[in-house]
């Protein structure tokens, strides 16, 4: 079952602008990890945040989580074309282990 | 390099046959996991092994078969039950513990 939902479904943007994307997730976590797909590609980390962390920082990116709102965000500050990719939520899966379930993902294309 | 190796990248199914898509890692990672993506969706999980000569059925494992007789390989046999196999195959793995999953590139399936 799908437990995180991305916000926009699309976004286009210049490049140089900031980009937000935004999770919301249904049941307790105690992390969450957003992941990134280049069109054709398998997906590659970008942060884990746990949950008592309520913000984190990885270079232009910063996560930030709320965990009384379920919901998580990811910004991208300053674009650059090479961004251009689907993003992902994911947590821990509700079967337990170290299984992920993954939201459905924010298609990101930043334009020159 | 360490990494994950899926493949063909691209494999015809005729009607009535079985395929399997391989997947190796030399990343030393207990977990493996097999996902399935549709077009513009997120990632659905089939199987997963968490240990060598275990697996388990993950969220959508009718019509799939796996084996984990080694550490480094997890294949995964798409059968001829599977009635709509058209999609992209995606290979993970990670060490125990809540880690990131670290992903190959894809098997893209289609019907001939």
């Known amino acids: 079952s799908q437990q995180g939902e991305e916000d926009p479904q699309a976004l286009s943007i210049q490049e140089g602008e900031n980009a937000t994307m935004n999770c919301s997730y249904k049941t307790s976590i105690n992390n969450l990890q957003w992941y990134r797909q280049n069109s054709g590609r398998g997906l590659v980390h970008l942060i884990l945040?746990?949950?008592?962390?309520r913000e984190k920082h990885s270079g232009r990116l910063r996560v930030t989580l709320d965990t009384s709102k379920k919901s998580s965000s990811l910004l991208i500050t300053a674009s650059r074309a090479a961004d251009t990719a689907s993003y992902f939520c994911?947590?821990?899966?509700?079967?337990?282990?170290?299984?992920?379930?993954f939201g459905t993902g924010t298609q990101l294309k930043v334009e020159l | 390099d360490g990494g994950i190796t899926q493949s063909p990248k691209y494999l015809f199914r005729k009607e009535g046959q079985n395929v399997t898509l391989s997947c190796e890692q030399n990343?030393?990672?207990?977990?493996m996991y097999w996902y399935r993506q549709d077009p513009g969706q997120g990632l659905r999980l089939i199987y997963y092994?968490?240990?060598?000569?275990?697996?388990q059925k993950g969220d959508i494992a009718e019509g799939y078969s796996v084996s984990r007789e080694k550490k480094e390989s997890f294949p995964l046999t798409v059968t001829s039950a599977q009635k709509n196999p058209t999609a992209f195959y995606l290979c993970a793995s990670n060490p125990q513990g809540v880690q990131p999953q670290h992903f190959g590139d894809g098997t893209r399936l289609s019907i001939l």
């Open positions: 945040i746990r949950s008592n962390e």
């Open positions: 990343l030393n990672h207990d977990a």
């Open positions: 994911a947590t821990p899966h509700t079967g337990g282990g170290n299984k992920l379930t």
């Open positions: 092994s968490q240990i060598v000569n275990d697996f």
